[in-house]
Nanobody, 115 residues
Framework: QVQLVESGGGLVQAGGSLRLSCAAS????????MGWYRQAPGKQRELVAG???????NYADSVKGRFAISRDNAKNTVYLQMNSLKPEDTAVYYC?????????WGQGTQVTVSS
């Protein structure tokens, strides 16, 4: 059974940094795309950053230049380095993986940025 466990969220002041991690277990084959989404109160879930199996990345315009996504295929783990955080980055962050023909979601981790 595939499970995703996220860590690294928390409370940080504006301008600070956090690093999120998401480790997948129950993996037999290689994971295709991996990504991070976020959902703020009253808003729809949105893609923050994605990375393909080969390492190609894409980012939401709002985080370009501040966030960096990376992955360790040997550890089945995806990371999100978040720098220069802003109050508008406050949300629950979810990791997502595309594995075989399914998409799997983590349980979410809260990121709160105070002004």
């Amino acid at each position: 059974q595939v499970q995703l466990v996220e860590s690294g969220g928390g409370l940080v002041q504006a301008g600070g940094s956090l690093r999120l991690s998401c480790a997948a277990s129950g993996i037999i084959f290689g994971i295709n795309a991996m990504g991070w989404y976020r959902q703020a109160p009253g808003k729809q879930r949105e893609l923050v950053a994605g990375i393909t199996r080969g390492g190609t990345t894409n980012y939401a315009d709002s985080v370009k230049g501040r966030f960096a996504i990376s992955r360790d295929n040997a550890k089945n783990t995806v990371y999100l380095q978040m720098n220069s955080l802003k109050p508008e980055d406050t949300a629950v962050y979810y990791c997502n993986i595309a594995y075989t023909v399914y998409n799997y979601w983590g349980q979410g981790t809260q990121v709160t940025v105070s002004s």
